[in-house]
């Protein structure tokens, strides 16, 4: 490809001020002395400046409002969301502080209990302890999991309906 | 207060930022959109949805980035996900109807000097709006990044997702097919 064909097909972005520093010195350099580029240039120019130009269809101001009003109330949900979310992950770590710190004191109370019926300790009556301790913690995680579903499901519901 | 700034704010869940960014870029993401799209009700509500994912993935923007490329990006996605459920043949085939519509806007008078002056440039405009909504979304695409928005080559090459080299070659050849069109819907006209 000649030189003067590798300019011609830059006249079209040099119109649209697409070219690099470099470029635009050819370009230019090479139309001051060839008038048949200086003449594609110029046919080139008025679209360009067409272009420019345009008229801009603006969006009606009702849709800019409902626009702003759904994009608020998203907003809004996720601030929720992440405030539910933050809530949730305090309460399930307190309900573990809570779990383990009761054990000793469940231990104690119930091995008291325990030693009133019978004074010897015996691996059995630990055992006994452990698994009514275990039954009792998995009974309230397992409330507090129906809970929060039931909970979620409404929370739900009321979205829909809103 | 620019953009980056309101961008800032939004992140931390500011509804005023929101509202400053969409006044901001309504002019020009619907602009962007209609031409996309070509049809007004379905720019609206990409307009909409556009502003849903903002809202949505705001916090996962990267702040160094710049805002106005990530914005039309999100926009061209649902814009290109949309045609291609509604109209797949319209991302690559030129459109047989041509869009046009005129709004209060597009009647004000610009800084011609006189009626007939004034005339002859609308009546280009015209010309020029009809032959540019024939062509492939492709190429309506940069040329109204690169006129309209006066975007760079490199950050229409963000938006878009193609190499620098790949959008002076798409906006060569949408200039090319412009003029082309132009000259075969006027002969003798103007762009000769």
Known sequence: MSEHDKIRELLALAAAGALTAAEEKQVAEHVRSCVSCSNELDAWRP???????????????????????RAEAKLT?????????????????????????????????????????????????????????????????????????????????????? | MDADADVVRLRRGDLNALSELITRYQNRLYRYLLRMVQQPAEAEDLFQQTWLRVVEKIRSFDASRNFDAWLFTLARNLAIDHLRR???????????????????????PCKDHTPLDHALAAERRTEISEAMAGLPMMYREVLTLRFEDEMKIEEIAQVTAVPVSTVKSRLRRSLEQLRYALEARYPGGTWQ
Do not use: C, K, Y
């Open chain 2, 86 to 108: 509604i109209r797949p043949q319209s991302l690559d085939e030129p459109l047989a109807n041509s869009w046009h519509s005129e709004t209060v806007a597009d009647r004000i």
């Open chain 1, 77 to 162: 949900e996720q601030a929720e969301h992440d405030w539910n979310r933050r809530v949730m992950i305090a309460v399930v770590a307190f309900a573990w502080l809570l779990t383990i710190a009761s054990w000793p004191v469940f231990h104690s109370v119930s091995g008291r209990f325990g030693s009133l019926l019978e004074p010897q300790f015996s691996p059995t009556q630990f055992g006994q302890t452990w698994i009514s301790f275990a039954a009792f913690t998995a009974l309230g995680w397992l409330a507090g999991g129906v809970a929060a579903v039931m909970l979620a499901i409404r929370q739900r519901g009321e979205r829909r309906l809103a």
């Open chain 1, 47 to 69: 679209i360009a400046s067409e272009l420019r130009r345009l008229p801009t269809p603006q969006p009606s101001s009702w849709l800019v409002q409902a626009t702003l009003a």
